[in-house]
């Protein structure tokens, strides 16, 4: 990775041998920051978390993942504001860390490739987002966009107005509204109900 501050790029290598490296396994999907300074790294293998001066590694081998599940195949990585670390797999679903524990929240919901099928599943996610009051968002490949509120989880899909079932970014900005960006190129707000198309 590379660090800008303000004049120059500086190289920060991850904490992995050089030929894994260039073997482009570590490829980096995602960028979040979380609490007290720490930037969250997501790779293929492994997310990375970086504090200024030490790396944490979060991967098969730290977190303990049965050598049976599938790998770490991670495209998302987002810290939501009670200090949770929601790590999005392509494959595994929604992973939930909370600075002690893994658990697999797709699993736990019943939402896994082995039980609902690629359309009804929460097992690739592409995507992640908190919104002003707190939800957790969830895109996927091709499942359209998930919603948590803590108990709940609501499905959208192309049923609910969406062009695709690909969501590939989820952005918040500053005035706390919701984007989506799909597959197929078009762009989507949430406006509290449904989804209005931008572009």
Same mark, same amino acid.
């Given at each position: ?14 904490? #992995? ?20 300074? =720490? ?7 492994? #997310?990375?978390? %970086? ?67 690629? @359309? ?6 592409? @995507? ?19 919603? %948590? ?15 695709? @079932? =690909? #969501? ?30 931008? %572009?």
């Amino acid at each position: 990775m590379y660090r800008f501050d303000g004049r120059r790029l500086e190289f920060l290598p991850f904490p #992995v041998s050089a030929d894994v490296v260039t073997s482009g396994d570590y490829r980096v999907t995602d960028i979040s920051r979380g609490r007290n300074g =720490m930037i969250w790294f997501g790779t293929y293998p492994a #997310v990375f978390g %970086y504090d200024g001066r030490n790396f944490t590694i979060l991967d098969d081998r730290t977190l303990g993942l049965a050598a049976e599940e599938e790998p770490f195949h991670v495209r998302s990585v987002f810290e939501d504001s009670r200090g949770v670390l929601w790590i999005g797999n392509n494959g595994l679903g929604v992973l939930r860390y909370d600075g002690r524990s893994l658990s697999n929240f797709t699993k736990q919901h019943g939402l896994s490739l082995k039980d609902k099928g690629a @359309s009804g599943s929460l097992s690739r996610v592409f @995507s992640i987002a908190e919104d002003a009051a707190g939800n957790m968002w969830f895109g996927t490949r091709d499942s359209g966009v998930w919603r %948590y509120d803590g108990e709940r989880l609501t499905h959208f899909t192309q049923r609910d107005g969406l062009t695709s @079932s =690909m #969501v590939w970014t989820i952005y918040r900005d500053r005035r706390d509204r919701l984007w989506f960006g799909l597959g197929d190129g078009s762009v989507y707000r949430f406006n509290g109900t449904s989804f209005d198309k931008v %572009y």
